[in-house]
């Protein structure tokens, strides 16, 4: 495996993002890292998300590496002349802006696609079609809206997940859809309109539970109350004081553990023989495997789940994930920081999790200060370096 190598699959397609937060840039990133031409617009001062502090600093490192930054001021004629003429040489267009923002530009998808018919443009929104098209909205107000956070939370006290998870998933249904149009544009020429957003995201995410509850008639509970599909799918004090998660979920894997752990009463017990039982029988499996774990070195148990191959995972803090044996592997990449006090300093971060022939997405294009290609894009666009100094003279790029 050659953490080194870039993908190149996407080599050859330019696309212009237009966006903001997490959504948007997301999107860009897997584009990017596929091998794609992204291009980052953003204000003159930089994209907000720059600026961001708390749980939100992070997001501008982690979404925008091996993309190229334009910082342009559209509000100038210039300027905006200068991104639709980069948008008709380009292959896709992606923004995240509020219902009709981009009208008053004429860079809706219907003045574009009138002008660029080939062009593939994704939009990226808090609603589809429907009641509440115009709606904005945001990650946590479609975590709330869905249901999502009432499953992850406790009884009456809803909990948005720990990441941006519906932002994450929805960028990845845009990239798909790009890809789907990339495919069709090859056999008819036309592009066309991607839609994907947050609530439709988080509605999908949770169809699993709507399933669930007209599978069982039963009222669905938040997953940290919920009855477990399986008997031994919990989390096990150790004798050191942490904590491990271990999940035992199917018959042969109950047999393999009990052989593995010396549980012969258990294993010989024919009212625990399916998985079912075992589910009506928790209270009594759970305390025997408790004892079991807190009695045995943590390194010996780590062993044993590994050889019976019982999925098992200790209880860490997403920045433990460096120092993680595998994920050292081939897992992470190098970023250097662009923005606020630590600009310059080199850091890790997760790689695209695909692997393509025996090799990881890598870094072609570190994450761009503010303008670091506003000379190059232009350059490539025709523009003279005189008129470039001039551009920049008159605030219209940085």
Known sequence: MNQNNTFSLLRGITVVEYSHMVMGPC???????????????EPIKGDNTRRLAG?????????????????????????????????????????NFRPQALNKYELDFDSLHKKHPSLIYLSLKGFLSGAYQNRTALDEVVQMFSGLAYMTGLPERPMRAGTSVVDITGALFGVIGILAMLEQRKKTNLGGLVQSSLFETAAFLVGQHIAQYASSEKPLQPMSVRQSAWSIY???????????????????????????????????DPSLAQNNQRVEKRDTILPIVRQTFLRMDKNDLLKKLDTCGVPFAPILQPNQLLQDQHLLQAGLVPITLSDGNNKGKAIQLPALPIEVNGMRSGIHHQVPTIGEDSDSVCASLGYTTQEITQLKQQGVIA
């Open 27 to 41: 999107c860009g990133v897997v584009l990017a890292d596929l091998g794609a031409r992204v291009i980052k617009v």
């Open 234 to 268: 919990d989390l096990f004090d150790l004798a050191d004081g942490t904590k491990l998660f271990v999940a035992v979920v199917s018959d042969t894997q109950w047999k393999i553990f009990c052989q593995e752990f010396n549980l012969l009463e258990l294993l010989n």
């Open 55 to 95: 749980s939100g600093a992070g997001y501008f490192p982690m979404y925008n590496r091996n993309k190229q930054s334009l910082a342009i001021d559209v509000n100038k004629p210039e300027g905006l002349t200068l991104l639709k003429s980069l948008i008709k040489s380009s292959d896709v267009f992606i923004e």
